[in-house]
């Protein structure tokens, strides 16, 4: 059984960055698509970024584009996500989850794998 955990979560300030890792375990992610996901107090889940299996295809919530960037490294079973210029509207509880069908993940925000999450805090 495939699980996830996230890292690299903590308190920055305004226009501080941070580097999340997602590490899976038990299993391969290199079928696997990755999407990276956020929930803030009384918010949505909002899907933050997603990359497929092999890297191919990337996508942004419009509220990160050009801030974030998603990567990943199968060979070591690790996906990432550089957030830069951090607002503090970015302040959320992130979490990385998987499914074997990028749609699912990255246009249903459905998945069969998720980690626990790790909070992100943004001071202004």
């Known amino acids: 059984q495939l699980q996830l955990a996230e890292s690299g979560g903590g308190l920055v300030q305004l226009g501080g960055s941070l580097r999340l890792s997602c590490a899976a375990s038990g299993g391969s992610l290199e079928y696997i698509a990755v999407g990276w996901f956020r929930q803030a107090p009384g918010k949505e889940r909002e899907v933050v970024s997603c990359?497929?299996?092999?890297?191919?295809?990337?996508d942004y919530a419009d509220s990160v584009s050009g801030r974030f960037t998603v990567s990943r490294d199968n060979a070591k079973n690790m996906v990432y996500l550089q957030m830069n210029s951090l607002k503090p509207e970015d302040t959320a509880v992130y979490f990385c989850?998987?499914?074997?069908?990028?749609?699912?993940?990255?246009?249903?925000?459905?998945?069969?794998?998720r980690g626990q999450g790790t909070q992100v805090t943004v001071s202004s």
């Open positions: 990359i497929s299996s092999a890297g191919g295809e990337i």
């Open positions: 989850a998987a499914d074997t069908k990028w749609r699912r993940v990255c246009r249903r925000s459905e998945y069969t794998y």
